[in-house]
Structure formats: C-alpha cells, structure tokens
C-alpha cells in the first residue's frame, strides 16, 4: 500500500487541487500532496474549481495554496500522478530516477478512460471545469480502488 501520493498539474489551482481532496477523502488513510510544474504559487483554488468542489462533491478547496514542484516533494512521493504524457516527460526529464513512480491520473481508469489527458479548464467556461471534475472523479475512483488492492 503506497503512503505518499503526489498529484500535479501545471499551475496548481484546478485540476492536482481537486484530485488531492477527492483522493485523501477515498483514501484517509494516504498522505495525499499536489504541486504545479509552473505553479502560481500562493494562489487560492480557482474559484470556479472551490464551488464545483464544495457543491457538487462535498469538498472544501478553500484553504489550498498552489505550490511548485520541489525535488523534495518528488522525492518523497512513493507514486506521483500528472494530468497528460507531456507533464509526465516534463517530470521525468528533470527527475530521470523516478521511473515507473510517475504515472497519468488516467492509469488505473477503465479501458475506454485509460491514458487519456485530463484537459486544463484554467480560463475556459464552466462547462470545461465541470467536465475536467468528472473526469477526475472517474479517475480518483479507479485510483482509490486499485490501490487498496
């Protein structure tokens, strides 16, 4: 069973903010971490991501503060999740010792979901945040579900 999980994306404030609260409450038992590979560091969760949180799952992304990707954060991680294969390489590049620790939120999904990016809805309508929050769902469930295993 894997106790440090570490989710990013690129600015920390939509998608790896979202994933962690959905994973830590599916996995209490998980340190659960997210980070941004460019992250606006400080910046609250993007209020459209904080209502689709608290309205449609129940969780309170109030109190996140994006941070950036550290070697510390990385190091410490026993599985490390990205959003699409280009922040995979991205990690991988700066942190070639990782290997197989670095996988897609997607990687656990059913077939018809696995190894798909999770698009970022920084900027896009409400539509696009609510559909990235579906995703993420879907693919926290599957995670939550195989590493319990």
Same mark, same amino acid.
């Given at each position: 069973m894997f106790k440090r999980v570490l989710i990013l994306c690129i600015g920390n404030i939509c998608r790896s903010p979202l994933a962690e609260a959905m994973l830590t409450k599916a996995m209490p038992n998980v340190e659960v971490d997210s980070a941004g590979l460019g992250a606006l560091v400080n910046y609250p969760a993007a209020p459209e991501m904080q209502k689709i949180a608290q309205d449609d799952y129940g969780l309170d992304l109030s109190g996140h503060r994006a941070k950036q990707m550290s070697k510390q954060l990385v190091q410490s991680a026993e599985i490390i999740f990205v959003m699409s294969e280009g922040q995979k390489q991205h990690v991988?590049?700066?942190?070639?010792?990782?290997? #197989? /620790?670095?996988?897609?939120?997607?990687?656990?999904?059913?077939?018809?979901?696995? #190894? /798909?990016?999770?698009?970022?809805?920084?900027?896009?309508?409400?539509?696009d945040f609510i559909e990235c929050a579906q995703q993420i769902a879907i693919h926290v469930d599957a995670i939550s579900k195989a590493l319990k295993r």
């Open positions: 991988k590049e700066q942190y070639p010792h990782l290997g #197989g /620790r670095v996988l897609l939120l997607s990687h656990f999904s059913p077939a018809d979901m696995k #190894g /798909r990016k999770i698009a970022d809805p920084y900027k896009k309508s409400e539509e």
